[in-house]
């Protein structure tokens, strides 16, 4: 559906949350700068992967289905898996990222 489209050719700010295999960390392809905190100066969208490759790693649910070789932008190839093996709710890393990112105040609840 996507084909070879980058993530510069997307209309709106769209994050897709995929998590690093190895080291179990988050990692989110992202559209704009705006949408990164820090490293300003080195952005590149989505890392310089394709729409498709970002969505194929954040829907590969190992071991039903293989994990996703990416690779990006800065001669790195990353192996990555769907988000929800290292947070049972990946969407927390997206809101997370976002509170940082547009420079928000995190608000708890029932205070």
Known sequence: ?????????MKTDV???????????????????RQAHGRHSTFIPGFGAT???????????????NRKLVKLKMAVRLNSWMAGYCAN??????????????KMQPHSFGS
């Open 51 to 65: 729409i498709a490759e970002a969505v194929i790693a954040s829907c590969s649910a190992y071991p039903i289905f």
């Open 89 to 102: 709710n990946p969407t927390l890393y997206a809101v997370a990222d976002g509170v940082k990112a547009f």
């Open 15 to 33: 994050g897709i949350v995929t998590a690093r295999w190895l080291e179990e960390k988050p990692m989110i392809f992202k559209t704009a700068v």
């Open 1 to 9: 559906m996507y084909g070879d489209l980058k993530f510069d050719a």
